[in-house]
């Protein structure tokens, strides 16, 4: 393999636009599959959904311990990463394909049992190469480069995961569209884990015991504050995601063939606009930056409220685009400062807990979209799209616009509740992240 793609930001962003693909589908279309297509209930899906995220936010801590400690040959990550390929595949196809003639009981069980399992692999995979992330690619610079290239394949991803999964399951099903994206996955995820190569040194070092990782981490105010904010701007992002095959037959009434279009307006338009955040992050602070993509987003949730056909719905599309691709560019800076932070504070690298505490506490704050998605649904009478009330509208105009608002508002306050600021990394980094001889 050439030099140049070992740990090459490019190399590396390929497994991102792996897991992206099935994980946009899944969340974009797994509840409007299951209520909406399949008339599985409001309040069954909403209960499985609290159990899933429940299971979620237990597991993530524990993996993320997990993978700290494992020393082999080729790393700590990598085989945990190898491990879940297949198995991802696997429980992605099956959450698609539940067998005919199920009751609603039959359902909501189908509807469980496959979301656990989904999850409980997936928390690997994005535990395990979330952590590779401030080990491969240390200071700023090229942390704000690798992050913007990275956002530019997952926007890719979420392009192909939203508009175009309507345009393949219209054509093929659910679960042959969920079997395309799973063999997709497959190739991309393992061509981007054969490109990485972790730090030995890093394995080497001792690790710390369970409860020591966890008070070293959990009383850490900067890591508190910058997750618990992120949480609620993390939440928008699924529930927008979520909501915007319903949004599109309730609010703007337009026919299933022209969602892919809606869907496309606001992704494609992120594409360009994650390399004008990068230009931002150079500029400026990454704190400040980061904080900034959070106030834009919550301006460009505004327009949805006004959405009334597909012209203006693209519109109003474009602008959370440009709010979206800021959140999405600038967490991985400061995180990652957090993270170097630690790092010379305890003389450990520990990307797997830092990762997986920091997905507990996104994935636990997911509770508030379902919560919102089932308190919004029964004041205005929606329960199924075999039921959907007398006034579904207002139910996906307020999930749309007024509820995203609101946490991108608490979110924004939030993020000053403590002083973030860091001391200058020490050393410096080649282009692909290796470590130069002046580096710990």
Known sequence: ???????????????????????????????????????????????????FLIWDAVNNP??????????????????????????FMLTFVLVFSPPEGLGQNGLFTWFLITLILYEAVATVLWVNYGALFPELFRGDRLRAKASAVQQGYQVVALLIGTAVTPILYDAMGFSNMAILYAVLFGA????????????????????????????????????????ISNSFAQTVNGLISSTIPFYAKYVLKIPDDQVSLLLASVFVSVIPLVF???????????????????????????????????????????????????????????????????????????EGIYTSVSGFITRSSGLISALAFWVVGIIFGYESGDNPGNDPESTFRYLMSVVPLCLLVVSFLVSFLTKIEFSKPIGGVHEHGAKTDHQL
């Open 62 to 87: 524990l993996m993320g311990y997990w993978s700290d400690r494992t020393k082999t040959r080729i790393g700590r990550r990598r085989p945990w990463v190898f491990g879940a390929i297949p198995l």
């Open 188 to 227: 991309f995820m393992f061509i981007c884990m054969m490109s990485v190569r972790e730090q030995e040194a890093y394995r080497e070092a001792e690790p710390l015991s369970l409860g020591a990782a966890f008070r070293e981490t959990l009383r850490n105010k900067k890591f508190w504050v910058f997750n």
């Open 1 to 51: 393999m050439k030099r140049s793609w070992v740990n090459s930001p490019y190399s590396f962003s390929l497994g991102m636009f792996a897991m992206m693909v099935p994980s946009q589908a899944f969340s974009s279309f797994y509840i409007f599959f299951y209520v909406d297509q399949l008339g599985l209930g409001i309040g069954l899906a909403s209960l499985a959904r609290t159990v």
């Open 276 to 350: 004008v955040w990068y230009r931002i992050i150079r500029s400026m602070d990454g704190v400040k930056a980061w904080r900034l993509s959070l106030a834009i987003y919550g301006l460009s949730v505004i327009p949805l409220w006004f959405g009334f056909n597909l012209v203006s719905g693209i519109l109003a599309g474009i602008g959370v685009g440009f709010g979206l691709a800021g959140f999405l560019v600038t967490p991985a800076v400061v995180s990652g400062s957090i993270i170097d932070e630690d790092a010379q504070r305890t003389g450990l690298r520990r």
